[in-house]
């Protein structure tokens, strides 16, 4: 920029330029702003609340300009506009989508890595114009999510809700024409549909939309036989984030089995076919669709035996027993072939490390779970000091540490106060630890990190989930009173499971079921 003259400067002087183009708040403190958009960064470092600035009718037209300024209540830090390809659509439906490219693809995967959300679903919103609109819809809701000021009742906005019903609409025309690709499209957008819902607290219509994805998908499965999606395409990715929303669901509400069956009678008998031979895992991928299998497997294990769960060993029928050693014997498998490849791997990529340590926590709170039951030990999560507990919550610190290290270099919403994944990640594993362990300690730390953390994972709200342990400890509080008053000494299980058991084993089931029996009454009797 050249150097202005004297002339020049002294009008620049007298002009003031800051009380015309400065930011409200600014102005009014009578300081230099430095007219960062959409917010200044003098206001952020000071904490004061950015203002905006007047409307200049003079000022000239920028593309580049209009991307950051066109939502003005949403702080995105957009300076470049970069999508993988051309995107039809309005100007303000591709900015959407490239927000969902530098910043919402990654946080909605979650602590994964995950090709349907970075290539599936950019690529079909490219070609499929229903596809393009549920995308923009799921993305103005994150952005709405991420920057909104607090957790409150209401998610979307109304435009965002607007876009939503429009892909709906849009979906339903769609299915009226059939079409080889039909199938495809109905799939992505059912995933997209139920991340929507699951975002704005609707549990019921997310799992709606997920019901009607996984019957699409056993539909094709058993149209193509052997060949399984071929027809449809590269659907690998998203069969694999479906049979993962399958389990979030029955985790969710535990009177529900998974509607997939992952492994087969011979896997069950013999062994994981991924698993097989000699050979190391190739990818985090295969270490995923393997473990994955193995969740479906225990989920479907713990369902089945329910009514055995307090019964000895020698009334537990043997194929139960014998399910239990083959699954076992499975996790082990799997957690030797992921250490080889763990020390044969460099995983300095960030993402990758979240992978790998998210991968250990899932696998670690099953092998808990399994070895707890059939016949029920006590000592697994009544173990205290419970080593292995800590072990993982040592695990879930580290994820949240390069959580928060990325939410401080987001390449958009900058600092977003909240955050939404579609994938399991940390919540179901500190949920159960506060709920199982004995050990005081954990249970303390197991609920200080869902209070700190801030997110919503699908069904799982954090903030809620600290709200259902609140309840439960006041429920154990006042029984564990009623004995002390009664002179009756209880030195069983301290687990908020073991005494608040009728309140977690509520009648409509699950995570879902507790949180209503929490919201219904005040008092755990």
Request: proline content about 4%; aromatic content about 6%.
């Amino acid at each position: 920029m050249p150097t202005p003259k004297p002339a020049q400067a002294r009008k620049t002087r007298s002009s003031t330029p800051r009380a015309r183009t400065g930011c409200s708040t600014c102005r009014i403190r009578h300081v230099k702003c430095d007219e960062t958009r959409p917010s200044c960064v003098k206001c952020v470092k000071a904490g004061w609340k950015c203002d905006g600035y007047p409307s200049q009718s003079g000022a000239p037209a920028n593309s580049s300009q209009s991307l950051v300024t066109t939502t003005a209540t949403k702080p995105l830090n957009i300076t470049t506009y970069s999508i993988p390809f051309r995107i039809p659509g309005s100007q303000k439906d591709r900015q959407i989508i490239h927000y969902f490219c530098v910043q919402g693809a990654s946080d909605i995967s979650g602590f994964l890595s995950s090709e349907f959300w970075s290539q599936t679903v950019l690529q079909d919103s490219y070609r499929e114009p229903v596809v393009r609109q549920a995308l923009v819809a799921l993305s103005s809701l994150h952005l709405d999510y991420v920057t909104a000021d607090s957790a409150g009742t209401e998610v979307a906005g109304p435009e965002t809700l607007h876009q939503y019903g429009r892909a709906l609409r849009a979906l339903q025309k769609r299915l009226a024409t059939p079409s080889n690709d039909a199938s495809r499209v109905a799939l992505i957008c059912c995933v997209l549909f139920y991340c929507f819902e699951s975002t704005v607290g609707n549990a019921e219509a997310a799992v709606r939309h997920l019901q009607n994805g996984l019957q699409v998908l056993a539909s094709c499965q058993e149209m193509q036989g052997e060949k399984g999606l071929d027809g449809l395409g590269d659907l690998k990715s998203l069969s694999g984030i479906l049979a993962r929303l399958d389990l979030q669901a029955s985790l969710f509400d535990d009177g529900r089995m998974p509607f997939l069956t992952l492994t087969s009678g011979n896997e069950r008998e013999y062994g994981l076919t991924d698993l097989s031979g000699d050979q190391p895992l190739s990818s985090l991928q295969d270490a995923q669709m393997a473990l994955d299998k193995l969740l479906n497997w225990l989920i479907r294990l713990l369902l089945n035996s329910a009514s055995y769960k307090s019964e000895e060993l020698q009334n537990i029928p043997p194929h139960f027993l014998e399910d239990k050693r083959c699954l076992f014997t499975e996790l082990v498998r799997w957690s030797q072939k992921f250490n080889t490849w763990c020390t044969t791997n460099q995983t300095a990529n960030e993402q990758n490390l979240c992978w790998v340590q998210m991968l250990l926590i899932n696998y670690r709170i099953a092998q808990m779970m399994l070895e707890s039951i059939l016949p029920g030990n006590d000592e697994i999560f009544g173990a205290s000091p419970n080593i292995t507990a800590h072990e993982v919550l040592d695990l879930v610190e580290n994820v949240l540490t390069l959580a928060k290290q990325k939410n401080t270099t987001a390449e958009a919403a900058k600092n977003p106060r909240r955050n939404f994944s579609s994938e399991n990640g940390i919540i179901i594993p500190l949920f159960l630890l506060a709920i199982k362990c004995s050990d005081e300690s954990v249970c303390e730390r197991a609920s200080q990190l869902l209070a700190v953390c801030n997110r919503r994972e699908g069904l799982y709200d954090a903030e809620s989930m600290v709200a259902v342990l609140q309840h439960l400890n006041a429920a154990k509080s006042e029984r564990k009173l009623m004995f002390e008053q009664a002179g009756v000494e209880n030195t069983a299980n301290a687990s908020l499971e073991h005494w608040t058991l009728d309140l977690i084993d509520d009648r409509e089931g699950g995570m879902d079921g507790i949180g209503k029996s929490t919201s219904r009454t005040s008092t755990p009797y």
